[in-house]
């Protein structure tokens, strides 16, 4: 497919069948313009100590 738009139709449906060992970035989907909703891991430093945490254990 050369078609962005035709090709941003079937991101969504894909990024939903993603099984979570196979998604790292845990990309949750992907909208007509072709923006995705992802989680991003970052370390954080809690009482001393670090922790991998993604953007959406924060609110």
Not at 3 to 27: M, S, W, Y
Not at 46 to 58: C, I, L, N, V, Y
């Amino acid at each position: 497919m050369s078609d962005a738009t035709a090709i941003r139709a079937h991101l969504d449906p894909a990024a939903e069948q993603i099984l979570g060992v196979a998604n790292p970035a845990e990309v949750a989907c992907v909208d007509d313009r072709g923006a995705s909703t992802a989680g991003v891991y970052i370390a954080v430093i809690e009482g001393g100590k670090a922790f991998s945490k993604t953007t959406r254990d924060f609110k």
